[in-house]
C-alpha cells in the first residue's frame, strides 16, 4: 500500500508543533496537574492557587522538577499528534474516495475527528498515565518511565482511558459552537452590509477570538471528566515511601465513581471546576501555539518529504541495475 504523503507531512509538522508547544508550556502544565490532582482534606489543602505549587518548587530548590516526565510527555504528545493528523488526514482522503464528494460535511467531519481521537487515545494511554503520574510526584521524587509502568499491571497503565474515549468529544463541542457563533456574526454583518457588497467573511483576529471562545465553552463543559481523570492518573500522595511498606499496604485501584464521591464529599460541586482557569489558560495557549508551529514548519516538512522519497527512488534504481 502506498504512504500518503500529504497524511505523512501533515502527522509530522503537527507532531513537531505539539513537541515545542508542550515544551514551552509545560511548567504551566506540571503546576495545573499538581493543582488539579489534590484533593482537600479536613478543610485543609496544600495548595490554595497555582503559584503555590510555583512557589514550592521554587523555595525547596527543586525549580528543575517542574519538567519532571518531561520526556514522557513529549513521546506521548508526538506520537499522539503525529497518529491524529495522520489519521485524520488518512480518513478524509479515504471518505472522499468512497464517497465521491468533493467536500466532507460537517457530521462527517466530526465522525472523522472522534475515529481519529479514539485511535489516539488507545494506543497513547500508558504514556498519559506515567506522565501524569511523573508530573503529581513530589517534586524530586519522579521516577523514570519504565520504574512508573512497570510497578502497577497493564491495565493500571490504561487508567482514566474511558474518560480518555469521552474527551474526544471535545473537538466535536468545539467545532459546533464555533459554528453557531460563526453563522450568528455573519447574518449580523449580511443585514447591516449593503447588498451589492462582496460576500461578508470573519477577519483573522475575529476567527482566533471565536476559536479561543469556542474552545473555552468545550474545556468547561468537559472540565469534570478532565479533573478526575488526572486524580484518576495521579501519583499517591505517599509514593515517595519505601517498597516494602507500599506492599504492606496495597492501594485500592481508583474508579471514575470513587474519584467522583470524594471531590463531591470533600470539596462540593465546586471542586469539580478546581483548577479550570489554569486549564483554559494552558490549552488556549497550547492549541494557538501548536497551530502557529504547524503551520509554519508544513510546508518545511512536505519539502523534505518528497525529497525523501526522490532519494529514496534513485537509489533503489541504482541498486536494481547494479
Known amino acids: 500500500m502506498a504512504v500518503d504523503l500529504e497524511a505523512l507531512s501533515e502527522a509530522t509538522s503537527g507532531a513537531l508543533g505539539s513537541l515545542l508547544s508542550t515544551t514551552i508550556l509545560y511548567p504551566l502544565d506540571t503546576c495545573k496537574t499538581k493543582f488539579q490532582a489534590e484533593v482537600q482534606s ?53 471518505y472522499l474516495e468512497k464517497s465521491g464528494s468533493k467536500s466532507i460535511g460537517t457530521k462527517a467531519n466530526l465522525i472523522l475527528a472522534a475515529a481519529a481521537g479514539a485511535c489516539t487515545a488507545i494506543v497513547t494511554q500508558p504514556l498519559d498515565t506515567a506522565s501524569s503520574r511523573m508530573q503529581t510526584s513530589a517534586f524530586g521524587k519522579s521516577k523514570g518511565l519504565w520504574k512508573t509502568l512497570s510497578e502497577g499491571t497493564l491495565s493500571d497503565a490504561f487508567d482514566g482511558l474511558g474518560i480518555s474515549l469521552l474527551l474526544t468529544s471535545n473537538p466535536s463541542i468545539q467545532f459546533t459552537v464555533f459554528d453557531q457563533l460563526k453563522q450568528r456574526l455573519l447574518m449580523q454583518k449580511l443585514k447591516e452590509a449593503d447588498h451589492g457588497s462582496s460576500p461578508v467573511v470573519l477577519s483573522a483576529s475575529t476567527a482566533f477570538l471565536l476559536g479561543a471562545v469556542s474552545k473555552s465553552i468545550a474545556t468547561i463543559l468537559t472540565y469534570p471528566a478532565i479533573r478526575c481523570k488526572v486524580m484518576i492518573q495521579a501519583a499517591d500522595p505517599d509514593d515517595g515511601s519505601d517498597d516494602q511498606t507500599k506492599r504492606a499496604q496495597p492501594k485500592p485501584r481508583k474508579t471514575v465513581l470513587g474519584v467522583v464521591r470524594t471531590i463531591w464529599k470533600r470539596e462540593g460541586i465546586s471542586g469539580f471546576f478546581k483548577g479550570l482557569e489554569a486549564q483554559i489558560t494552558k490549552t488556549v495557549l497550547s492549541s494557538a501555539l501548536l497551530l502557529m508551529i504547524k503551520e509554519k514548519i508544513s510546508a518545511t516538512a512536505w519539502v523534505l518529504i518528497l525529497a525523501l522519497q526522490r532519494y529514496l527512488l534513485l537509489t533503489r534504481g541504482r541498486l536494481k541495475s547494479a
Not at 489543602?45 to 525547596?60: F, G, I, M, P, Q
Not at 519532571?68 to 480518513?91: C, D, E, P, R, V
Open 42 to 94: 479536613h478543610g485543609q489543602r496544600k495548595y490554595r492557587n497555582l503559584s503555590d505549587v510555583l512557589w514550592e518548587a521554587v523555595s525547596t530548590g527543586q525549580f528543575l522538577s517542574l519538567y519532571q516526565g518531561l520526556g514522557t510527555k513529549n513521546l506521548q504528545s508526538f506520537i499522539a499528534q503525529f497518529i491524529y493528523f495522520y489519521g485524520y488526514s488518512y480518513f478524509k482522503r479515504l
